[in-house]
Structure formats: C-alpha cells, structure tokens
C-alpha cells in the first residue's frame, strides 16, 4: 500500500489553521469492526517521532485538541486548528491495515 | 515511567552481521506489540519488523529474509537479528512498541531514540 502526502512542504503562520493530505492506493477501512488503521505521527528536529492520531480520528494522551485527523477509505487530513511554533517539525502518514505497514513520505511543517 | 533503549548500533562492511537490541522498562515486552522502524540520514521513515504479543512475525519486503526480531522475555528485550547487510540498511533503527489493544489502538506509541547502523566497506 502506497501512501502520498501532499504538500511536502508547508509553511504556516503561527495562529493559522494547516492542513495535510494523506492518500492511499487502497482502502484503509476494515469493514469487520467498522476502524480505519491510519495513523499520524510527528517528527520534531532531532527527536523521535511521537504518535498523534490514530485510527484515522482518535487522539493519542497528551495531545491538544487543535489536532484533528478525518477522511474515509482512502482520502486523509490531518488537520491543525491554529498553529503553535512547537508544531513544527515532519509530519507521517502510517497505515496499518495490512502488512507491511507503510509511511508517507513525509510532510514538513515550517513557520512562516 | 515506560522506556525504550536500542543498543547494538555500529559500522558494519556489507554482507555481515549486526545485532541490535531494544531493552524496556515500565513494560512486560511479551505482552506488546514490538516493532522495529528505520529512518535512513535524512529521509522518511520505514517500518522494518513486528513480533506480536503471540510471537506471530511480520517484516517489510526489503529485509525478509535477512533480518529476524525475537523477544528475548528474560531481559524484556527484544532484539533485531540483521544479517546480509547491505549499504541500503544504513539507518537510526528505532524500537517501537504498540500497546496490547484492540487492533485499532496498537498504533505506535512509545518510541525509543534510536540506534545508528551504517553499512559502509
């Protein structure tokens, strides 16, 4: 399963909202108990990635609620409400529907 | 406090051998969901391995065949045996653990700082 993410870059303002686009080649629904198995994670300069959201929509602990994933089989946004200058960084696409599990390229996410 | 610390990390000639290891704590290995994730100098990420809470074994196509994750449930460790080492495996080799949840919660949640390997002759 091959995951695109649009853009590879993206310079925001902080305050303002941001969004990034994760599609893949096939659906990432499961239709036996009704989850989609794709997962967000950030990377900032220097440190591991860290989980933000999974199964497409839930938000992992310690998360700010200005995070927000959405979208449905095979279109997928992660979604920043207003942006802070600790969110910067590299932003992952994961699915986990079937193996191998597959990253995105990689989006990353700079301050104006 | 739940951690994860890689070790085993090093220069290697291609075609040889390494061993990595990944010691926890705040957490029973044998009941998780351990994954292994590379990240070659400044590219994305790549999803290496997974050894489940039942021993099950899933690896990317690039490394089956030559690369084997095992639990070690003595040390709670689990360790990424990498042989027919090439210059494309070069990498920071992270550990990763996925909760014992649901399908859908074993997403990747905790994180080690990772191990360098560079292949090189």
């Known amino acids: 399963i091959v995951l695109t993410q649009t853009p590879l870059s993206l310079p925001v303002t902080p305050g303002e909202p941001a969004s990034i686009s994760c599609r893949s080649s096939?659906?990432?629904?499961?239709?036996?108990?009704?989850?989609?198995?794709l997962d967000w994670y950030l990377q900032r300069p220097g440190q591991s990635p860290q989980l933000l959201m999974y199964?497409?929509?839930y938000r992992a602990s310690g998360v700010p609620d200005r995070f927000s994933g959405s979208g449905s089989d095979t279109d997928f946004t992660l979604k920043i409400s207003r942006v802070e200058t600790e969110d910067v960084g590299v932003y992952y696409c994961?699915?986990?529907?079937?193996?191998?599990?597959?990253f995105g390229q990689g989006t990353k996410l700079e301050i104006k | 406090e739940v951690q994860l610390v890689e070790s085993g990390g090093g220069l290697i000639q291609p075609g040889g051998s390494l061993r990595l290891s990944c010691a926890a704590s705040?957490?029973?290995?044998?009941?998780?969901?351990m994954n292994w994730v590379r990240q070659a100098p400044g590219k994305g990420l790549e999803w290496v391995s997974i050894?489940?809470?039942?021993?099950?074994?899933y690896y990317a196509d690039s490394v089956k065949g030559r690369f084997t994750i095992s639990r070690d449930n003595s040390k709670n460790a689990v360790d990424l045996q990498m042989n027919s080492l090439r210059v494309d495996d070069t990498a920071l080799y992270y550990c990763?653990?996925?909760?014992?949840?649901?399908?859908?919660?074993?997403?990747?949640?905790?994180w080690g700082q990772g191990t360098m390997v560079i292949v090189s002759s």
């Open positions: 050894v489940y809470s039942g021993g099950n074994t």
């Open positions: 705040g957490l029973t290995v044998s009941r998780n969901y």
């Open positions: 199964a497409l929509s």
């Open positions: 990763v653990r996925a909760p014992p949840s649901t399908l859908a919660g074993r997403a990747f949640e905790i």
């Open positions: 994961l699915q986990r529907i079937d193996f191998p599990y597959t």
């Open positions: 096939q659906s990432l629904f499961n239709g036996d108990d009704e989850n989609t198995y």
